[in-house]
Each structure stands twice: as structure tokens, then as C-alpha cells.
């Protein structure tokens, strides 16, 4: 290095030499020689620069590259994460550290249908009983699968008036199990279930609407009610514990509930203007095999009472019926609105 700086100092020397002469009006040639003098030094400056550059650069990376591999090694000693050995299995790790517990993932929680605005598109209508099942028979002849088939078709053509999708479990006096009719209905995708019945009341004198939804009861009159019509179900003993499963089906069951209730309000405040006797026998649970199966809500309404007096005779009247069916129909509605839907009953 002293001897480049040597070098270096004799051309710089030189070259204030040179410009003082050629100011100085020095001969030309001599300033040629001297020149060329200045280029041969400048060649050989250059031939021990780029070997002497080459070697110091080479020198500084392989002494780098030793101290990170020295590093390396010295790591791997002490942490198993640089080990050349096999990677590590899922047993051997050390466990995660707990979540703390302002950070823990909240448990979920059931939706709330509210939020949704669903819409009510497919209405199945059940017009209970029908073939040898004639259901239950008044003093003055009135069979109730007749009754409830004339009631189920006023019914569809009303909602189909107001663009209802509808679906019949039956359309003739036909007769279908319980289990068949839940089938139908699940294949059609309904969105709801709507069976309908008249009743049968040993006191007489009693009359009026109830509707029901899936349920346990221990009410002595509604458990005779459920096994009478429970009867042709269709059910075997091996259907039994998934039917127990079905009673309390979560929110099928609320829905199913809210639906019994707008049924039972429309049917109570509709037949009140032109029958002032009827009584309102509310909403309740029961087990009803036709509503075990269906994947959707599901409600029996009991619209009349075949056993009193009064409401048969107004059962042989087709206006009365087309009451009943309108009733039904506002039922239907109210739970419709209840969902957000846009189908309201007009005029």
C-alpha cells in the first residue's frame, strides 16, 4: 500500500509538472514523452490494484461466511429448532400456552329466527282422516273427513289466490297414515304444516276452536284426544325413540308454537262475528303423530265440535265453512307477518 501511495504521489508530482511547462510554452515532444511516461505508470498501477482488490474481497466474504457457519453450529448445539436430526412430531412439543381470557372464542350461540326475514313460499293443508279412517260422526251424520277435506280445499284456493304455493296431503277421500302424510309433506319442502280437524267433546255442551302443536301433556282429556287420533298412524315400535327425540325439536317447536297461536287468534276472532257462542280453548302441546315427522312448523287445528249441537248444524252450511276457511287463511297470515312476509290477506 505505501508503495501505491508512493506511486500515486510521483504521477500527481508529474502531471503539475507537465501543466506548468505547457504553460511555460515547454517543447512538445518532450511533453509526448513524458506522456506516455504517465500512461505506462498508470498501466502498471492498475495491474497491481485489481489483483491486490480481488484478494482483500475475497478474503473479507470467506472470513464472514466461517464466523456465520462458526454461529450455526454453535447454535444448533444449544436449539434443537436448528437440529439436523428429524423434524420434531406433534407429541414432543412443549403444549401451547393457555388463552387468555379476555382473548377466549366466545361459545356460540343459538340464532335467533327473528333476524332472519324468511319468507312463507309452500303451505302443506292435512284435511284430517279420509278412507276407512272416517274420523269422528255427529248425531246428525256429519262424518269429519268430509268436513275437513271441503274446509282444506276453500283453504287452498284462497291461498293460492294470493300466490301460495299449496300442497294437499290428500285431494279425494283417500286414506294416508300419519307417517305417509309427514313424508309428503317433508318432500315437498313446506314451510309449514296445517292439519285440519273437528272435534269431538263428551260434554255436549262444550264448543269452540283449540289448535295444537307438538308436545308432552298430561292432561287426561288431551291424551285421550291424541290417541284417538293418533290411530292408523302408520308408526312402528322402532319409530318410537326417534319420535321421542322430534317432541322438543328446539325451535321447530317455538315456531310451531307461534303458529298454533296466530291459528287459534284468527280462528277465535273470525268465528266470534257470526257465531257470539263460540269459545276460545286456547293453544296447546299434545302428541299428535302427524305432527311428529314433519321437518317444518307444524300445528292440528280443531275448528269445531262436531258433538254440539249448535256448531253441527252451522257445519252443514257451505258459508260457515267458507268462514272457517277464510279463518285459517288469516292464520296463516298473521304468522306470515310475524316472519317478515310480504304476502298480506287484502281486502
Not at 462458526?70 to 429448532?81: E, F, L, Y
Not at 298454533?260 to 266470534?272: F, H, I, P, V
Not at 253441527?312 to 279463518?327: D, F, G, V, W
Request: with cysteine; proline share 5%.
Amino acid at each position: 500500500m505505501a508503495r501505491q501511495d508512493r506511486i500515486k504521489r510521483r504521477m500527481i508530482r508529474q502531471l503539475v509538472r507537465d501543466n506548468l511547462e505547457t504553460l511555460e510554452g515547454a517543447h512538445p515532444r518532450r511533453r509526448g514523452r513524458r506522456l506516455r511516461t504517465v500512461l505506462t505508470v498508470a498501466r502498471v498501477l492498475l495491474l497491481v490494484a485489481l489483483p491486490a482488490a480481488l484478494f482483500t474481497s475475497t478474503y473479507v466474504l470467506s472470513t464472514v461466511a466461517a464466523e456465520w457457519r462458526d454461529d450455526v453450529w454453535q447454535d444448533a448445539a444449544h436449539n434443537p429448532t436448528f437440529s439436523t436430526r428429524a423434524p420434531i412430531s406433534f407429541s414432543e412439543m412443549e403444549p401451547l400456552p393457555p388463552i387468555e381470557p379476555n382473548r377466549a372464542i366466545a361459545t356460540p350461540q343459538p340464532i335467533d329466527p327473528s333476524i332472519l326475514p324468511l319468507a312463507l313460499h309452500t303451505v302443506v293443508l292435512d284435511p284430517g282422516h279420509g278412507g276407512e279412517n272416517e274420523g269422528t260422526i255427529s248425531p246428525t251424520g256429519l262424518i269429519e273427513k268430509e268436513i275437513t277435506l271441503d274446509i282444506g280445499q276453500r283453504v287452498r284456493s284462497l291461498l293460492e289466490s294470493y300466490s301460495y304455493k299449496v300442497v294437499m296431503t290428500r285431494q279425494r277421500d283417500e286414506d294416508f297414515s300419519l307417517k305417509q302424510r309427514a313424508e309428503l309433506a317433508n318432500a315437498a319442502r313446506g314451510d309449514i304444516f296445517v292439519s285440519i280437524h273437528v272435534n269431538w267433546i263428551e260434554n255436549r255442551e262444550v264448543r269452540g276452536v283449540e289448535t295444537f302443536f307438538l308436545g308432552a301433556t298430561e292432561d287426561p282429556y288431551l291424551k285421550a284426544l291424541a290417541a284417538r287420533e293418533n290411530q292408523n298412524s302408520g308408526y312402528s315400535l322402532a319409530d318410537f325413540r326417534d319420535i321421542l327425540e322430534q317432541v322438543y325439536a328446539g325451535v321447530r317447536q317455538e315456531e310451531s308454537r307461534q303458529l298454533a297461536g296466530a291459528m287459534q287468534q284468527a280462528l277465535y276472532d273470525s268465528l266470534r262475528a257470526v257465531n257470539s257462542t263460540v269459545r276460545d280453548r286456547g293453544v296447546k302441546s299434545a302428541p299428535f303423530g302427524v305432527l311428529t315427522h314433519t321437518e317444518m312448523p307444524a300445528i292440528l287445528a280443531e275448528v269445531s265440535c262436531v258433538s254440539n249441537d249448535v256448531e253441527a248444524r252451522l257445519l252443514m252450511t257451505p258459508i260457515y265453512r267458507q268462514y272457517l276457511a277464510e279463518a285459517i287463511v288469516e292464520g296463516i297470515q298473521i304468522y306470515a307477518r310475524g316472519l317478515g312476509q310480504s304476502n298480506h290477506l287484502e281486502g
